[in-house]
């Protein structure tokens, strides 16, 4: 992982370390259903239109409450559930909406690869011991043939986006103290599958919870914190193009609640693309943008002089996967791609 930044020595996140009450971890429902009713406007996610150009949907605190409260009630509705239930879905916010409808209900949520070769999510759905696949979109078909392959499964489609956060619901309370949900496994993620069949990985609200305390760690002027999520913005627009099955799109996802940051994202459908990132950040002044290093270079080379106009509001860039430099002109953004060129501060891990 590494990350590129403009304003090293001012953290996008600071915190009062004096302040005994904001050191008590917290947990991630509460945390959105607090967010809600405090701040009820702020835009949590950004979603492309699947034509780009007619520009995003926005999706605020209140609304994301609304659909997780709808979902977890749904969810609840559902007969013959067994403890873990798994999720294969297109890229749009249900994933995050899912993912703490399942914490609500306390059943852990299981997130295979779409990508995954059959063989290896039906084995991943007997290790865990689980009788259902939620899915949505094009993901249909991959979990008719999943049945097929797993005795006894159930596949059920979930809801509109549109839907789970319109249609009116009953709030659905999540009142665990700390100590009684700290050691509660909330999500399973698994290996690559590169050696053998995939592992599941469980993660619990304490395992999360390391997101939100590293904001207490005091922060040292002309160094890196070292965790990345701490330089991303609060209550500022992002660019998040991992995919909400993959570790890395699950912790931001985490981080944009946890912070109230605002992610934003490319259409449902489409994987990223330059072309796509540059059409976003001309709709959107992005603080910082989160991508993969080939789409790093997409980015900033194929598409160098379309991207350079709506640089002035980054101040943060991050990407996964292998070592990557990234440059940018000294001073002006309208300057010539030939002047020399200044290496921001970087990180690489």
């Known amino acids: 992982m590494g990350l590129l930044s403009s304003d090293l020595d001012s953290p996008s996140i600071t915190r009062d370390k004096s302040d005994t009450a904001d050191r008590e971890p917290r947990l991630l429902p509460q945390v959105l259903d607090e967010l809600a009713s405090t701040d009820p406007h702020h835009v949590l996610g950004m979603a492309a239109k699947v034509d780009i150009s007619e520009g995003l949907n926005s999706y605020t605190a ?46 852990p949520l299981l997130l295979p690869s ?31 043939k999943l049945k097929s392959l797993v005795a006894g499964l159930q596949i059920v489609e979930v809801p509109e986006l ?38 599941p990985i469980s993660y619990t609200n304490k395992a999360l919870s390391f997101m939100d305390s590293s904001r207490l760690n005091p922060s040292i002027p002309g160094r890196f914190s ?47 693309t330059g072309k ?13 943008l989160v991508m993969v290093p080939s789409l790093c270079d997409s980015v900033f080379n194929e598409y160098r002089d379309e991207i350079l106009p709506f640089l002035g509001s980054v101040r943060q860039v991050c990407w996964f996967g292998g070592t990557y430099w990234i440059s940018k002109p000294n001073h002006s953004l309208e300057g010539s791609a030939t002047e ?5 501060k970087v990180t690489h891990s």
């Open 62 to 107: 209140l609304q994301f409450s609304q659909a997780v409260n709808y979902t977890a009630h749904w969810l609840e509705s559902q007969v013959d559930l067994s403890h873990t239930i798994a999720y294969i879905g297109i890229h749009d916010f249900r994933y995050w909406i899912i993912e703490l409808a399942a914490m609500k209900i306390g059943h």
């Open 340 to 344: 020399k060129p200044q290496i921001l």
């Open 226 to 272: 070292p965790c990345v999520y701490t330089m991303l913005p609060t209550k500022k627009p992002f660019l998040s193009s991992m995919p909400f099955f993959h570790l890395s799109g699950i912790f931001f996802g985490i981080h944009t609640i946890f912070f109230a940051a605002t992610a934003v994202i490319g259409p449902p459908n489409d994987p990223p």
């Open 162 to 199: 549109e839907d789970m956060i319109n249609i009116p619901s009953k709030p659905f309370l999540y009142n665990k103290t700390w100590q009684e949900a700290k050691d509660d496994v909330v999500l399973v993620v698994h290996t690559s599958g590169s050696t053998g069949a995939p592992k």
């Open 276 to 288: 796509l990132v540059v059409e976003i950040a001309s709709k959107v002044e992005l603080d910082g």
């Open 114 to 144: 779409p990508r995954n070769a059959l063989p290896n999510t039906s084995s991943l759905l007997e290790v865990t011991n689980c009788n259902v696949v939620f899915y949505s979109g094009n993901c249909k078909d991959q979990s008719i």
